[in-house]
């Protein structure tokens, strides 16, 4: 089975200074590696995702991520926080190909950032 | 292309009463996808179709609920004798067939309070 854990369901951060979500993964299989984000009361937008090839994953809007089996994470980062990125963030694991693409979540980390 | 869309974004409801939700994929994906939100949760996986055949069921969907997608284009999600356990956002997301990482694509989500 898989499964995500996100650590800390709450990071704060200043505009400007540098963003840094959590992410650990289980997996049997080699994954396919997701982050969302969700804005308040709307569905979920992707921001990237690892399926094979450069662990270092770019995403919109200055996300990226990087794959690291070693220590089974895939850590979201952006240099530089905006206001308008303030939002929950979900990080996900599915099968790959081999599988049928159900995707697994995590509790979520919403981001504040102020001014 | 218009993206996953999804009806009504928000419906109140008496318990014991039914609810049924629709959706409708991005045109030609194959795969359709329900998942339940609750506060403060990640997603979690309910069903997918592949086509019009329903191919998994989790066990989080009781008896109550009974998903279609009858044509192998949009697809109805009934809820049958509600209880406020049921209060949540229920996403829809759709993809193309497995390979090469396709990306699933969420809705803007229904809300659902059973009062």
């Known amino acids: 089975a898989q499964s995500v854990t996100q650590l800390g369901s709450h990071v704060s951060v200043s505009e400007g200074a540098l963003v840094l979500l959590r992410c650990n993964y289980s997996?049997?299989?080699?994954?396919?590696l997701f982050w969302y984000v969700q804005y308040p009361n709307q569905g979920l937008q992707l921001l990237l995702k690892?399926?094979?090839?450069?662990?270092l994953v770019k995403g919109i809007n200055g996300f990226e991520a990087e794959f690291k089996k070693s220590e089974t994470s895939f850590h979201l980062t952006k240099p530089s926080a905006h206001m308008s990125d303030a939002a929950e963030y979900f990080c996900?694991?599915?099968?790959?190909?081999?599988?049928?693409?159900?995707?697994?979540f995590g509790t979520g980390t919403r981001l504040l950032v102020s001014p | 292309d218009t993206g996953v869309s999804q009806d009504p974004r928000h419906k109140i409801t008496k318990r014991g009463q039914n609810v049924t939700f629709r959706c409708d994929p991005i045109?030609?994906?194959?795969?359709l996808y329900w998942y339940r939100q609750t506060l403060g949760q990640g997603p979690e996986f309910l069903t997918y179709?592949?086509?019009?055949?329903?191919?998994?069921k989790s066990r989080l969907l009781s008896d109550r609920f009974s998903a279609e997608r009858p044509k192998g284009s949009f697809s109805t999600l009934e809820i049958q004798r509600t209880e406020q356990g049921d209060s949540a956002m229920y996403l829809c997301?759709?993809?193309?067939?497995?390979?090469?990482?396709?990306?699933?694509?969420f809705g803007e989500g229904s809300w659902l309070t059973v009062v």
């Open positions: 045109s030609e994906h194959n795969r």
């Open positions: 179709f592949q086509n019009e055949a329903q191919l998994e």
């Open positions: 996900a694991v599915s099968e790959g190909d081999t599988g049928f693409q159900k995707l697994v």
């Open positions: 690892y399926t094979t090839g450069a662990t």
């Open positions: 997996s049997s299989v080699p994954p396919y």
């Open positions: 997301a759709s993809s193309l067939l497995p390979g090469s990482g396709n990306t699933i694509y």
